[in-house]
Each structure stands twice: as C-alpha cells, then as structure tokens.
C-alpha cells in the first residue's frame, strides 16, 4: 500500500515538479430518474423536440440542463450547445421521406467540441455506457462542430469550414 500511495504522488515531469490538480472535473457515477423520464416524455408522448444532458460536477450525476420545447428545432439545439464543454443530447428530427411520408428519428448526441477539455471528453465517454442504457432506440452520432452535427441529423454534406490550405496549394 505504501507503494501505491509512492506512485501517486510523484510529480508529473512536464510541470517541474508541480502538483497538479483539475477544478470542474466532471465524473458521472449514475444517472439522475429524471433523465429517462424526460426522454419518455419526448419519446413516447413528443413533448420535447431535444434534450441536453450534463454531469453535475460536484454530485457526479448525469442530469437533465435543457428541455427543448416541441415547437423549436435543430438550430435551437445547436444554439443550446457550449462551445467549450461537452454535453449529451437527444434530439427527435422529423423529416419526409422520399415518397412523401412525414417520419421521425431520434438521435443520441455525444457533443465534443475540440476546444473542450480533455477531462471532459474523457470523463463524458467513459459515462456514455451508462447513459446509452437509459435511451433506447436512438441513432448514435458523435459531433465536434455544429456544422457536422447538422450534417449527421439532416443527412446533407457538411458546409466547408475555412481552412487554412485551399486545395489548389498541394498541386
């Protein structure tokens, strides 16, 4: 045991010798009864258009942070996402199909913005097995930008974002 307790306190090389420790640490050890309430009330009785799901920080639960009502839409959800932090969502997209029929599919959202923290993200997909339990019957798709998360949902290629190499320098 001494051994362990050795092992854990050595310092990190990178920092000269400084002990790091992180603050907002999000480690989800359950998911909260209300969150699979919510996702019936959307699922089953279409109440919601989307839902988003945080850990709470300091009871490392997964609860339920945003309730999209019925009538908004995908860009709503968007717009409803940090830029810097990762959340879970479940978004019900309804949409025609080819020969005319009105239809819906319900997506599970693993939102990870590149700018987030890798604690986060880590922290968020060691969660997502417990959480993927509570909804069942959804689509999985993992999304970075907003642009890409409209991309997966609508089934449209994605805008071009600017990049830093257009594709003529490689010629």
Same mark, same amino acid.
């Given at each position: 045991?001494?051994?362990? @307790?050795?092992?854990?306190?050595?310092?990190?090389?990178?920092?000269?010798?400084?002990?790091?420790?992180?603050?907002?640490?999000?480690?989800?050890?359950?998911?909260?009864?209300?969150?699979?309430?919510?996702?019936? *009330?959307?699922?089953?009785?279409?109440?919601?258009?989307?839902?988003?799901?945080?850990?709470?920080?300091?009871?490392?639960?997964? @609860?339920? /942070?945003? @309730?999209?009502?019925?009538?908004?839409?995908?860009?709503? *959800?968007?717009?409803?996402?940090?830029?810097?932090?990762?959340?879970y969502a479940i978004?019900?997209?309804?949409?025609?199909?080819?020969?005319?029929?009105?239809?819906?599919?319900?997506?599970?959202?693993?939102?990870?913005? #590149?700018?987030?923290?890798?604690?986060?993200?880590?922290?968020?997909?060691?969660?997502?097995?417990?959480?993927?339990?509570?909804?069942?019957?959804?689509?999985? @798709?993992?999304?970075?930008?907003? #642009?890409? *998360?409209?991309?997966?949902?609508?089934? /449209?290629? /994605? /805008?071009?974002?600017?990049?830093?190499?257009?594709?003529?320098?490689?010629?």
């Open positions: 045991e001494k051994q362990q @307790i050795k092992l854990h306190m050595e310092s990190h090389l990178k920092t000269g010798g400084e002990q790091i420790t992180y603050a907002n640490r999000a480690v989800a050890g359950s998911v909260d009864p209300s969150c699979k309430e919510q996702f019936q *009330l959307l699922k089953i009785r279409r109440k919601h258009r989307f839902l988003v799901y945080k850990i709470d920080a300091e009871t490392e639960v997964v @609860i339920p /942070e945003i @309730i999209g009502p019925r009538a908004t839409n995908l860009k709503d *959800l968007i717009s409803s996402l940090p830029e810097n932090d990762a959340r978004y019900d997209h309804e949409f025609t199909t080819f020969d005319g029929r009105p239809t819906n599919k319900l997506f599970f959202v693993s939102w990870f913005p #590149s700018n987030s923290t890798p604690y986060a993200k880590m922290a968020y997909t060691q969660a997502k097995e417990k959480v993927r339990e509570v909804f069942t019957g959804v689509f999985d @798709i993992m999304a970075r930008t907003p #642009s890409e *998360l409209e991309a997966l949902v609508t089934g /449209e290629p /994605e /805008e071009e974002e600017d990049q830093e190499f257009d594709d003529d320098d490689f010629n």
